[in-house]
């Protein structure tokens, strides 16, 4: 529209060379319509003088003066040349500059190229330094390393250019064909973030007590673990506790990572240490069931020499292999209690019941005995497996050479294994455990502290009337 000051436009309607522009619909050429029509190009100038039109700035330097007629003329040629300004990117110009840089980087990572690390001879002082990292990263170990860091170790970081170096002996490499492995190298670049350490940030703790391993191998980064356990080793500091006791090889045992506690274990990770609770490595491993990290720990031990505790007792007076066959006994127990399990269920608590019998199995082997007593009841291994008719755990244990020895044991109230099966209320493999106790030398004769033979604890019911005449059977016979 003409009839304003503006055009569709929006350019100013402005009439050059002397001509008198209509300064509003009514078309009255009053001083009050001049009035308005300098208001409002005063309006449509900035601050420094400059009218700002579709990316160009005018020169106010036009010379306006009034006709006879009292409007405002100017020259049409302005005294300054329009001079174009550098247009403001959009936000869809940048969504778009943003996008195509994303294709590119797509289009880089889509077409890859199979390259092998550069095998060069290991340097004696400081392995980790063969391998070059694809890309820069950032130098600070405190963004590398762990998040956790505290504050005060993330300032003296920034000041620390001093070099801590691995020893020879943890430089061994498995090379084969002139390619190194991809552990080695992921050890060569966390061996570069971490080379600022002294001992003292390697030691320092937070708020919760963990230090950079406790939080590197509860994150699962093994080559991270790997230097930072060759560090603190030298410095003897491989096993500071965090607040609840544990330390980082405990840590591991507890997040289930077999590979950290192998390295761990052969920079010298003591295995005979308690956490808050009394409890060993071992006696994690045998509560849930980590029969991996078991092997682990024997294989590792007896590759270098050392020994570790298996009847080690924790603050419930239980050993390791006390515990798993409490785990065990826990599984069959879920399991009787099932009402219409699906088949997933079944198969899982299936599986979870191998791996406390692996567990087990590998404790014993490691020289735990099955004839050892608690310290609360004086209750075997024998007597706990009886106390849920667990019948797999009795064939483990009876098979063994020294179980006539043992399965007559009885506990600090004077019951044998016998006596407890004989005393559950109607169990599933009741009948069963007793039969098999009593073809393994178990005695029925045999009287608890109470003055009771095993056939008086029957329960009433079909099951205990059939275990019953089991029992005075056997026991008439003898």
Known sequence: MENGHTRSTGEPFLQGGGGNPRCGASGTESGATLSHYQKNSVNMLDH????WRAGQGLAATYNFSPNS?????????????????HKKTTVKELLTMRRQKWNSEQKWISEPKLKFGKYEPVITDL??????????????????????????????????????QLSPQEQKVSVSNGKMTLFHWQIQQESRKVEGLSAEQLCMQDSDGDTFLHIAVAQGRRALSYVLAAKMARCGSLD?????????????????QHLIISDLLTHGAQINIRDLWGRSPLHVCAEKGHFLILQSICTTLAGHGRSVEVEMFNYDGLTPL???VLAHNAVVKEVRHLENPCPYMISELAHRRRRYVECVRT???????????????????????SEEANI????????????????NVKTFSGNTALHIVSCLQNYKNQVESAKLLLRKGADPGTRNFENELPCQLVPEGSVGEKLR???KGKYNHV
């Open 48 to 51: 420094g003088g400059i009218d």
């Open 69 to 85: 007629d009292g409007c405002m003329i100017f020259d049409a040629k302005p005294q300054a040349s329009i001079q174009p300004l």
């Open 127 to 164: 392995s980790p330094q063969m391998a070059t990292s694809p890309t820069h990263v950032n130098q600070s170990p405190i963004a590398n390393v762990i998040p956790a860091l505290p504050e005060n170790a993330a300032m003296a970081l920034q000041d620390m250019q001093q070099l801590v």
């Open 240 to 256: 500071i506790k965090e607040h609840n006791g544990q330390t980082p090889l405990q840590i591991a045992v507890a997040t289930n």
């Open 322 to 324: 006390h515990a798993a």
């Open 363 to 385: 404790l014993m082997h490691m020289g735990a005995s099955y004839g050892t007593k608690d310290l609360k009841s004086g209750r075997t291994c024998l007597h706990m497996a």
């Open 392 to 407: 797999e755990l009795l064939n483990v244990f009876l098979e063994q050479p020294t179980s006539l020895a043992a399965i």
């Open 469 to 471: 005449h089991i029992l």
